[in-house]
């Protein structure tokens, strides 16, 4: 399921636990796919509590608390992580993260948990969601199968990654445009595992974020800039990004275009993917200008290859969102590649 799929089922399972439908919820996919991002982006969106859980740094007894006596009997401590509403508010989301890599005696434990919602005397507060992750047996990392009665407890998605999705998110925090034109031109690089290689260095979406992270620190240290994207995505994928930075040299003025000036769009593929990212990050800036959304609309139809203006325009909601449809251009726009949109 794409990305923007399981946020909304995410969304949805947390706001179901004020009519009490919450089912607990059990991410899986392969490493650096934004699995935990995700859990972090819903919660930034209804100002929620995120208590994250990680079962394969504990012991059963860390999660069960520790016992003490009291006159003649045995009682539990009850661990301070988990979720308290005087500590951590009314409403949040548990996630329990790298639960496949917990041994089977800590994941046991955690049974109550996830479908009682308890353990012992603590119960887990009405309005608190549960949700898992982890990575599937094939990806190489430490992985258990997960038991039977622990499956039976979650319902299962599992997280694919999406460039449309990931664009729109990399739009929206300031991803350098070059990495999103990049892999709008190789969308096959955006995640290229092959567990069977056990490589270190990777194409993810989170190793990508690192390579923008590398044009930065390393822009004004050009010798070091093809090692360190390297050290981010892998050589192949590094080189080719480095190669498709090169070549951006021959980009017409951005600006130009910004402003409303006619300029011919180039034949390069690649020059193409550029411009579009470039504009789509110049209408971030701008806050959604009416004007210059207008102009962006305008150069969309200068694309030899319509189909690459759809792609301009398409991320160009994604970034500025429904008022991109008021712009008068735009019904312009829309008119002119009508047969596409049918097709």
Known sequence: MRPAHIIAVIEQEFSSTQQGYHTPVMLWGPPGVGKSQIIAQVADKHAAAIVDI???????????????????????????????????????ILFIDEITSAPPSVSAA????????????YRVPDHWAIVAAGNRQGDRGVSYSMPSPLANRFSHYELEVNLDDWAGWAYQNNIDERVIAFLRFRPDLLFDF????????????RSWEFAHRALHKFADTPVLLPGGIEACVGKAAGVELFAFIQSLENLPDIDAIVSGQSLECPDEI???????????????????????????????????????????????????????????????WAEKIGDILVY
């Open 110 to 121: 955690a049974y109550q948990l996830i479908l009682d919602r308890r353990l012992g005397e």
């Open 194 to 205: 092959n567990p069977e290689h056990n490589p270190v260095a990777f194409p993810s979406p």
């Open 54 to 92: 990680r079962l394969s740094q504990m012991e059963p007894s860390d999660l069960r608390g520790i016992p003490f006596k009291n006159d003649h009997k045995v009682e539990w401590a009850i661990p301070a992580m988990l979720p308290d509403v005087g500590v951590h508010g009314e409403a949040g």
């Open 270 to 332: 690649d020059l193409q993917y550029a411009i579009a990212s470039a504009l789509v990050t110049r209408a971030i800036r701008s806050g959604g200008d009416v004007e210059i959304l207008g102009n962006l609309l305008n150069y969309a139809n200068q694309f030899k290859q319509r189909e690459m203006g759809v792609m301009l325009v398409s991320d160009l909601q994604r970034a500025v969102g429904s008022e991109l449809f008021a712009v008068p251009q735009f019904a312009e």
